[in-house]
């Protein structure tokens, strides 16, 4: 029989820690990146808004994207399950990625021409803006 030394400050050993320092880096310490929110890149035109969201190795099936009460939800779900065997044994891996992403949309966006796109990893959302006529300044009136 043999012995084996455990690591001090192991994975185990933090998994009983209760500080918030632990707990703001758990993500990073569990390498759970699945989790991972995807990165926006906002801009805008003259005539729209326009969303980059970076989701590579999703396809456009997996995405929704919904306008409710004045906001754009953009969510997807994604599932994998790879098998092996071999024969003495079978291994099966599941993957599930999902995310969900909310956005206000302001008072001059037309939500029933919003249009997405997805190419290369990045879903597009163009946006386009309502004409919105410039009221007249308030005119004052001089009282004689």
Excluded at 65 to 78: F, N, Q, R, Y
Excluded at 84 to 112: C, G, H, I, M, Q
């Amino acid at each position: 029989m043999s012995l084996i030394k455990r690591k001090k400050n192991g994975w185990m050993d933090n998994f009983f820690r209760d500080d918030d320092d632990f707990f703001k880096t758990w993500p990073n310490r569990w390498n759970v990146g699945e989790m991972n929110i995807p990165a926006v890149n906002v801009s805008e035109t003259e005539k729209e808004f326009n969303l980059d969201v970076a989701v590579p190795g999703m396809k456009k099936e997996d995405f929704k994207i919904e306008v409710d009460k004045g906001m754009l939800c953009i969510s997807a779900e994604s599932e994998t399950e790879n098998e092996e065997k071999e024969d003495d044994y079978t291994r099966k891996e599941f993957n599930y990625k999902s995310f969900k992403r909310t956005f206000w949309l302001p008072e001059n966006v037309n939500a029933d021409l919003i249009e997405a796109k997805y190419k290369e990893g990045i879903l597009k959302v163009m946006i386009p803006k309502l004409k919105v006529e410039l009221k007249e300044p308030n005119k004052i009136i001089k009282i004689n």
